[in-house]
Nanobody, 130 residues
Framework: QLQLVESGGGLVQPGGSLRLSCAAS????????IGWFRQAPGKGREGVSC????????YYAASVKGRFTISRDNAKNTVYLQMNNLKPEDTAVYYC???????????????????????WGQGTQVTVSS
């Protein structure tokens, strides 16, 4: 059974840091495009950061570029999202996702709203507040 499980969310003050983890089971993550998405209350889904399996090329939303870093540990079959200098507007439920490799690059699939990634975690809450 293919499964993604996120962890690492929580409450942090503005300017603080968190590292989200996404552990995969039932499949090997390094063969799949991977991504982190978020959804804030009353807002739609936003692609935060995605990574291609082949060359490791990445996409970052403009709102997080320079503050967030996506990475993958193939030995642990785990994806991470390091989030620094967090802002109140980063408050959301964060989801990791994996996708069956296709023709579109992650720079597209990360942002196309009606593009459905194949596998999703259950989400982890990140709250940035003083």
């Amino acid at each position: 059974q293919l499964q993604l499980v996120e962890s690492g969310g929580g409450l942090v003050q503005p300017g603080g840091s968190l590292r989200l983890s996404c552990a995969a089971s039932g499949f090997t993550l390094d063969n799949y495009p991977i991504g982190w998405f978020r959804q804030a209350p009353g807002k739609g889904r936003e692609g935060v950061s995605c990574m291609a399996p082949s060359d490791g090329s990445t996409y970052y939303a403009a709102s997080v570029k320079g503050r967030f870093t996506i990475s993958r540990d193939n030995a642990k079959n785990t994806v991470y999202l390091q989030m620094n200098n967090l802002k109140p507007e980063d408050t959301a439920v964060y989801y990791c996702a994996a996708d069956t490799p296709g023709d579109l690059p992650v720079q597209a699939t990360c942002v196309i709203l009606n593009y459905e990634w194949d596998y999703w975690g259950q989400g982890t809450q990140v709250t940035v507040s003083s």
